[in-house]
């Protein structure tokens, strides 16, 4: 098979798509709302779903085979959304908490599922209005997904870093790029997935959770990466929602590119020496921690390294250029130029704490978001911004 075909080939098998939350805010007061039931009766493409909130609504894309294709596929859904919730004054905002809305008062969704959920885990589920992007990469069905998952959890810092959007939290800066992430933290059965020996050892662990009825079916494990329990993908389900449609397109397009890179064994292994698997998988939460926390500004621990810690910038800049054979194979290419303008140009937190900097307001750090969730759709209201914040 020629280069061409190669390349075809992996697009093929390795294809990607993605789900986003948006935030339903008022038109004027940019306060959450729970009218999720109100958009949802007038969708007409039946592609918008709603959460266990009511003000939450979730799309996902059809399977893409490039960043270009996950692009597009999520500017047609943003704008789809957008004028869905504008008929009835509402704006939709992508980023991983709202600044200041209080989470009391809020109306949750009546569906079974969602109904056992707030019955069982009370309180959390009760004020849980955070918004995720979840990123599902197929992998062929011939391939143990085990030993890839294995591969790729080393990296989930580093896609934590990029797609930080949630710094403040019921009016108050929290000290935390994605609180979010801490939030989401409370929920049993989720963080950095055990290192496990195989897919029978996987099976044998979802097994005996649902023997002693700790989990009602296999969705209930939450880990930051997991075998989706459906489809024959890995879910990479810890990031926080992008404002920039182009940055989450560049994530998904890198996250596709780990996956690809371990299955064809030109991944790294996350493996420092000296430290057990145990030891390992506390660091690889210590790090997880520290993403949330400090955004692109972090140190991961690095045993191995000098001074046993490097900056998450580095890291993820090493990781780009391991995989930008991969990324050129699949195509993505351009997904080198886009990561390297978000390092520099800075996360969804960094541009929002800059907005707040400047006006002192979290009203405007919410229009600002608003416009950024519709930049380039063709709903935008700040044509000339891409120079902005």
């Known amino acids: 098979m020629g280069d061409m075909g190669r390349a075809s080939g992996l697009r093929e098998a390795f294809t990607v798509g993605v789900e986003e939350e948006y935030q339903l805010v008022d038109e004027e007061a940019g306060e959450l709302r729970s009218r999720a ?53 509402l704006r939709i905002v992508a ?33 849980e209005h955070n918004f995720g992007m979840h990123i599902h990469v197929a992998v062929p069905e011939r391939l143990d997904r085990i030993p890839l998952l ?24 929290t000290g935390y790029a994605s609180y979010r992430l801490i939030l989401w933290r409370r929920w049993p059965g989720n ?4 290192l496990l020996e195989s897919t029978e050892e996987y099976r044998r662990y979802v097994d005996v959770l649902l ?22 993908t890995l879910e990479f389900r810890v990031t926080d929602t992008c404002p920039r449609v182009e940055d989450a397109a ?17 991944l790294p292994a996350w493996a ?18 520290r993403a949330a926390r400090d955004g692109l500004d972090a140190w991961l621990v690095a045993p191995d390294a000098a001074g046993a810690r490097v900056p998450v910038r580095e890291a993820i800049r090493e990781l780009v250029d391991h995989v930008a054979p991969v990324l050129d194979s699949l195509g993505d290419g351009a997904a080198l130029e886009r990561i ?10 960094d541009r929002m704490r800059k907005v707040y900097r400047d006006s002192g307001d979290l009203g405007v750090v919410v229009r600002w978001l608003a416009s950024e969730t519709l930049l380039g759709i063709g709903l935008d209201r700040r044509r000339t911004q891409r120079g902005a914040a």
């Open 272 to 289: 420092p020496s000296g430290f057990s698997p145990g030891a390992a998988h506390a660091l690889l939460a210590e790090n997880e921690w």
């Open 340 to 349: 390297d303008a978000l390092l520099e140009r800075g996360n969804g937190a």
């Open 150 to 173: 294995n591969a790729v959890r080393g990296y989930i810092p580093h896609l934590i870093a990029l797609c930080c959007s949630s710094p403040f939290y019921e009016g108050e800066e």
């Open 95 to 127: 980023a991983g908490v709202h600044p200041f809305s209080r989470w009391e008062g809020h109306e949750r969704s009546r569906e079974p599922r969602y109904v056992r959920i707030e019955r069982e885990f009370g309180r959390i589920a009760r004020d």
């Open 37 to 89: 039931r109100d958009v949802l009766a007038f969708d007409w493409s039946a592609e918008i779903r709603g959460e266990l909130q009511e003000t939450t609504l979730e799309v996902g894309t059809r399977v893409c085979t490039s960043m270009e294709a996950v692009e597009q596929e999520l500017k047609r859904l943003r704008l789809q959304v957008a004028a869905t919730a504008a008929a009835h004054d």
């Open 250 to 266: 560049a994530v998904a397009a890198l996250t596709r590119a780990l996956v690809v890179a371990a299955a064809l064994g030109r």
């Open 211 to 232: 023997r002693a009825r700790a989990i009602p079916d296999e969705r209930s494990i939450y880990w930051s990466v997991r075998p989706h329990a459906i489809y024959s």
């Open 191 to 194: 963080g950095v997935p055990p």
